[in-house]
């Protein structure tokens, strides 16, 4: 039997992929804002599933639902790391407050639950670490700005983690979906653009959820196996719409690169400081 720890169990992803665990016989810490609203998969799955309140912007929380998540269960052997939060509009529309909130929750949230995921992984000598990403981690659309910089910094730092965390036992998985069909679009706050932005390129509607390619059960389904065989990648994209806007995207991104390979060498060069007048 594997034991998951899912953040963001309540809705979208992280409840089908609870859903998911738990129907093939696994055994799932939950943790969520209202733990409350897994109640049905209590009665139906009774002590296979273990619950928690935890809010990822808060640090000292997460050390605490850690601890006691890892000490109550024994052992984890997945975690996944899928609480996150869209605010969707202009970069300069946004409030302070709803920059903040992203950043806390999508970025550093992360962050800060596997800083302290990764002792206890370590201490039973491994495990999987599965971060909720996006193809929005490679790609931008107008309109999504602090989104795709929570997105951006989770893959950076991950890719860097994983190298480090690696020599412990301890595998780390970066899932990036195209556009899912999940409640995340509902939930979102969108932002009224501002004036000088109506009619420009973030005035872009988002495709109606019922249109988007991806079932959230499929995402979950794949997201399971990955993390689950011999060797998880460090990256799956899923989804055939992330798949051809990502490699198209970083085909176009390799060939400007290349064709400035002159420039960038010539910058080796030392040139003499301007002379004063």
């Known amino acids: 039997m594997t034991t998951w ?4 169990a309540s ?10 665990a738990l129907a093939r016989g696994d055994r799932v810490a939950a943790t969520l804002r209202r733990p ?5 998969l209590a009665e139906k799955f009774g002590d296979r599933l273990w619950r928690a309140r935890l809010d990822v912007t808060d640090s000292a929380q997460i050390e605490d639902v850690m601890a006691r998540a890892f ?3 024994e052992r984890i052997d997945v975690v996944v790391s899928n609480a996150g939060l869209g605010v969707f509009g202009a970069g300069e529309d946004l409030t302070d407050e709803q920059v903040e909130r992203m950043i806390a929750t999508n970025l550093t949230g992360s962050i800060q639950l596997v800083r302290r995921a ?3 992984l370590r201490a039973q000598g491994g495990g999987v670490f599965v971060q909720m990403s996006s193809m929005g981690g490679h790609i931008t659309f107008p309109g999504f700005a602090i989104y795709h910089a929570t997105k951006w910094g989770v893959e950076g730092y991950f890719e860097a983690l994983a190298a480090e965390i690696e020599p412990f036992g301890i595998k780390t998985m970066l899932v990036e979906p195209g556009m899912v069909r999940t409640s995340f679009y ?3 706050a969108r932002v009224p653009l501002s004036e000088p932005y109506r009619g420009g390129p973030a005035d872009a509607a988002l495709p109606p959820v019922e249109d988007m390619v991806a079932s959230q059960s499929g995402v979950a389904h794949a997201t399971i196996e990955a993390a689950l065989s011999d060797n998880p990648p460090l990256r799956l994209l899923l989804n055939s719409d992330a798949y051809e806007a990502v490699t198209s995207t970083v085909r176009g991104r390799l060939a400007s690169l290349e064709s400035r390979r002159e420039a960038a060498y010539a910058a080796d060069a030392e040139y003499p400081a301007p002379r004063s007048a």
């Open 186 to 188: 509902d939930t979102a």
């Open 118 to 120: 990764v002792p206890h």
């Open 71 to 73: 000490a109550e269960n």
């Open 11 to 20: 809705r979208g992803i992280g409840r089908e992929i609870t859903e998911q």
């Open 5 to 8: 720890l899912i953040t963001g």
């Open 36 to 40: 409350e609203q897994l109640d049905d």
